[in-house]
């Protein structure tokens, strides 16, 4: 189904406040917001949930206004970050719940829930836990039975909430997979909230960024990773380094010295480039490239990151290099700036 | 078995020496037995001072009769209004923000720091003879003080914080993502209190009207000033009591006291039950993070 959100604002005096946000969600994808927390992702979802009543703007179900249908009533599946499963009911009747509070006519037959409840118990991959409580299961359990409970009413668009945020780095991997791999299976137009760029970058169709209730960018992971919309944006979805440079007509300069490098993006006079820690290399000291000094060296999985100080200023940039490079904290290097990027401010 | 190890390792940390305990043990078990034990020995042990006969005897007297059906009576009718009520405001306080919240859970409290006598004396101020509401009442041949209202409007009023206070702290730890879940999934307000709310809290609603009912069959001071005193009409178990004992009616009066010892011991003995039998339930009923 689609789902448009118009103007939603929603002030609530504190964090996680909604200014004016505004997103088309497509029949079938799946679509992550991103965002650091109290960004207002999560009343966001709150409000497509009607959980949360907006102060202003519209919630548009497939062209029909549903802003001020009570949440019983909208057919959406929802997966809350704690799961907030029935601690006194077992797996069956936890799923099985949405179910038998139907009206009495639209009530499917003992033997159809049964039959429903298993069905569903397998898409999870739990079978035969029925009879379990919550409180005996584990948190990927949890996660997918509450995720088998939100599916059972056949709801319009499944909505979660920091689905893996609570299980931990393995189990989060696992699910991540199988998540998208559900989703592909069964289809439904889904939205989920996460502070994690990983997890909404390789889950999602598209990501919409958020920050201090407004969207930032919205776009296919391709697109918010190369090519951010903000400085926030491109901090956010991955690693980011900055320094100050001069740019006139299209030529960039660092203290006085130009810079070969290809700046995207068109600013005149001073600004600030931003640059991925790869857009960058060390080069032996060379009077064409910036001198800098080494500060610090980690390792990271792919190769190393090193920490430099630019002469003959005290901008400090991280620079990715091949971990064959021995770097020694104190080295004099080179720094070849190979790309970067500009933001006119908005 | 984490539990176990943090207890040892506090004890090891803590590290009193078993001398040390033995008597911190010993002040406590003396401590219990002169202030608690003792006395309930005595009031058996003075009922049945002359022989069960006589300890039947007691409960022969219509007027003792009369005392236990009201006692009973002002149970049947104030519990159950402060279930409702305590209810009613731990979901409002727990569920819900609103202005005047503290106020309200500070009102809550205030039967605790109340002198009895005072909550009843409110009720004569109002509804007295002589009190704001009096003329008016007795125009209309409605009679509060001196009667079955009044004892009973005494006795909710001391018994007003019980089931709400076991209810809040709990209620507030589970929070409202449960309920959330449940209209999600289409369920009505009626019906996810019903399915949803009220199960999870019911052991402490358990407890809350078992201590509830305690108090509202012993209290004495507020129904005391309320009541009048009039024999076989507004004497309730607690004022019976009183009365038996300033006549010199010992026995008479430690049987009645008997019994509403044995109810509280039955009351304790029940709660000890509960969390016994249904440990594992009441434990899963505060959530696991």
């Given at each position: 189904m689609d789902i448009r959100i118009v103007d939603i604002a929603k002030d609530f005096g504190g964090t996680g406040a909604l200014r004016g946000v505004s997103l088309d969600i497509r029949d079938g994808e799946l679509i992550a917001l991103l965002g650091p927390s109290g960004s207002g992702k999560t009343t966001l979802l709150r409000v497509i949930a009607g959980l949360e009543i907006p102060s202003a703007g519209q919630v548009l179900f497939a062209n029909e206004d549903a802003t001020n249908l009570p949440v019983q009533h909208r057919r959406i599946g929802f997966v809350f970050q704690h799961y907030a499963l029935f601690r006194h009911m077992t797996v069956f009747d936890n799923i099985a719940y949405g179910l038998r509070v139907r009206p009495r006519a639209e009530q499917p037959s003992r033997q159809e829930i049964g039959q429903r409840v298993e069905a569903l118990l397998d898409l999870v991959q739990l079978p035969g836990i029925e009879k379990r409580y919550p409180a005996h299961l584990s948190g990927g359990q949890r996660q997918r039975v509450a995720l088998a409970r939100a599916l059972a009413v056949e709801p319009r668009v499944l909505l979660l909430?920091?689905?893996?945020?609570?299980?931990?780095?393995?189990?989060?991997?696992?699910?991540?997979?199988?998540l998208r791999e559900l989703h592909d299976r069964t289809g439904h137009t889904t939205v989920f909230v996460t502070h994690d760029q990983d997890e909404a970058l390789e889950l999602a169709d598209r990501v919409a960024i958020l920050?201090?209730?407004?969207v930032e960018q919205i776009g296919t992971p391709d697109e918010v990773y190369d090519t951010p919309a903000s400085p926030f944006v491109m901090a956010f979805v991955g690693d980011t380094t900055s320094m100050p440079i001069e740019l006139?007509?299209?030529?960039?300069?660092?203290?006085?010295?130009?810079?070969?490098?290809d700046i995207i993006g068109s600013v005149e006079g001073q600004t600030q480039l931003y640059l991925r820690p790869g857009d960058a290399v060390l080069v032996k000291p060379d009077p064409d490239d910036l001198a800098g000094t080494v500060l610090g060296v980690r390792r990271t999985a792919t190769g190393r990151r090193v920490h430099v100080r630019l002469d003959p200023t005290a901008t400090e940039i991280e620079i990715e290099a091949a971990a064959s490079r021995n770097v020694s904290v104190g080295e004099a290097v080179g720094v070849r700036i190979l790309k970067g990027r500009v933001f006119s401010a908005a | 078995m984490r539990d176990a190890t943090a207890t040892r390792r506090v004890a090891a940390v803590t590290g009193e020496t078993p001398v040390a305990r033995a008597v911190l043990i010993a002040v406590a078990v003396t401590f219990l037995g002169i202030v608690l034990i003792f006395p309930i020995i005595v009031v058996f042990v003075e009922a049945f001072r002359n022989g069960f006969?006589?300890?039947?005897?007691?409960?022969d007297d219509p007027d003792a009769r009369a005392a236990i059906r009201l006692t009973l009576m002002v149970a049947a009718i104030a519990v159950p209004l402060n279930l409702v009520f305590g209810l009613a405001a731990s979901w409002a306080i727990a569920k819900f923000d609103f202005r005047g919240k503290n106020i309200l859970i500070t009102l809550i409290d205030l039967p605790f720091s109340v002198s009895p006598v005072v909550s009843g004396l409110v009720y004569v101020l109002l509804f007295g003879a002589q009190g704001l509401l009096g003329p008016w009442l007795k125009a209309h041949g409605i009679q509060i003080i001196f009667a079955l209202p009044g004892i009973v409007l005494a006795t909710i009023f001391v018994t007003f914080p019980f089931v709400a206070r076991e209810l809040i702290p709990l209620m507030q730890e589970q929070g409202s993502g449960e309920e959330e879940a449940a209209l999600s999934l289409g369920a009505g307000g009626l019906r996810t209190f019903l399915t949803i709310t009220l199960p999870n809290v019911r052991w402490g609603l358990l407890y809350g009207v078992l201590l509830c009912n305690a108090r509202a069959m012993g209290e004495f001071g507020a129904v005391a000033v309320v009541s009048g005193h009039i024999r076989?009409?507004?004497?309730?178990?607690?004022?019976h009591v009183e009365i038996l004992y300033n006549e010199y009616n010992f026995v008479a009066a430690f049987a009645v006291a008997s019994l509403l010892a044995l109810l509280a011991l039955?009351?304790?003995?029940?709660?000890?039950?509960?969390?016994?039998?249904?440990?594992?339930?009441?434990?899963?009923?505060?959530?696991r993070r």
């Open positions: 909430d920091e689905p893996l945020g609570a299980l931990d780095a393995k189990v989060r991997k696992d699910l991540r997979r199988w920050n201090e209730g407004r006139r007509d299209g030529q960039a300069t660092f203290a006085g010295k130009r810079l070969m490098a | 006969a006589a300890f039947l005897a007691a409960f076989g009409v507004t004497t309730t178990m607690p004022l039955v009351t304790l003995a029940a709660k000890s039950y509960l969390e016994w039998r249904y440990g594992g339930a009441i434990a899963s009923a505060i959530p």
